[in-house]
């Protein structure tokens, strides 16, 4: 047994936090950016489907990636470039660099869920596997749920730039977790 499970628990579990609220934060600021850029209202949906789209189509993908070449490395890959994705989007020039970031960002956060979720499976077994995932999807949730309030607090303090930074922040305090403790598996076949 990993004595660091609670902790690659803590880590996972603000990844599974900041992803919705990626997700939710994008969508509030919508009005914000459409201003900010003078942006048409295609332009405004592509940053709620970009993200959407390319993070929905490559989850099951990147769980076999994950399998195959590593959950550690995927994990720690997609949060690394979610994080990278996230500063990028807070300083972004124009609404189709927004865009483009906003599909990158939804890579990295299929990649990061699918080698968490791999890893987190692997940490724990019987009931307390039961727990973590319980764990797992409440805190998704909770990104979901406070999500919007706590975008719409962010771009009162600080624009709407500011979400893409904490974003980022939280994603790589997940990693600050995760880097030490994961340990890599995988399954290739």
Known sequence: MNPHRYTILAAICLAALVLPMSFTGGAVATPFIGRAFAATPTELAWITNAFMLSFGSLLMAAGILADRYGRKRL??????????????????????????????????????????????????????????????GTTFGVGLAFGPLLSGVLIEWMGWRGIFLFTALLALVSLVFAVPNLRESRNPH
């Open 75 to 136: 994990f720690i890959g997609g949060m690394g470039l979610f994080a990278a994705a996230s500063l990028l989007l807070a300083v972004a020039p124009t609404v189709f660099w927004l865009d483009l970031l906003r599909g990158a960002q939804g890579i990295a956060a299929a990649a990061a869920l699918a080698g968490g979720t791999a890893a987190l499976a692997q940490e724990f077994d019987g009931h307390a596997r039961t727990r973590a995932f319980s764990l797992l």
